[in-house]
């Protein structure tokens, strides 16, 4: 199990200003990384929660690209939500995400909490019990 001393959390709102955006996020993490931050989480949305028309970028495209402007600090999100992407496909971005940070990646889960992003995108957004037990239940499906 990774321990984490100091993190940070990038935001990665304001996607629609694209590689301006993505420069920022990379400015600050090596900032952060200079500064001993030894995490960088991002946020895990497929949109931000004010709506769609907020965009934000795509959680482990931008944790893989901050991986190659980075070298120590471990990087992960702030959690990935068990409901919306398949256990397979999250252990994959995950498993890719290490090798390509040389080992920093960290697999963090939640259980979602935004209903109008589950409904958006076709996903069962679930409750009470069968929501608490996702996360144990779904990434056992990805081993």
């Known amino acids: 199990m990774a321990l984490i001393r100091r993190g940070i959390h990038l935001d990665t709102h304001g996607a629609d200003d694209g590689a ?7 400015d600050a993490a090596r900032a952060a990384e200079d500064a001993g931050f030894d995490a960088i989480s991002v946020p895990d949305h497929v949109y931000d929660p004010g709506g769609p028309a907020f965009p ?12 190659a402007v980075t070298s120590s600090a471990t990087l992960l999100t702030l959690a990935s939500p068990v409901t919306l992407r398949s256990p397979g496909l999250l252990a994959k971005a995950v498993t890719t995400l290490d090798v390509i940070s040389g080992g920093r990646a960290v697999l963090s889960v ?3 909490w935004d209903a109008g992003e589950h409904e958006a995108y076709g996903r069962a957004f679930g409750n009470g019990r069968a929501k608490a037990s996702a996360p144990d239940q779904r990434c056992r499906g990805a081993a």
Do not use: I, K, N, S
């Not at 301006?20 to 990379?26: G, I, M, Q």
């Not at 934000?56 to 991986?67: I, N, P, Q």
């Open 56 to 67: 934000m970028f795509e959680a482990y495209t931008v944790l893989g690209a901050l991986a």
């Open 110 to 112: 939640g259980v979602g």
């Open 20 to 26: 301006a955006v993505f420069r920022r996020l990379a």
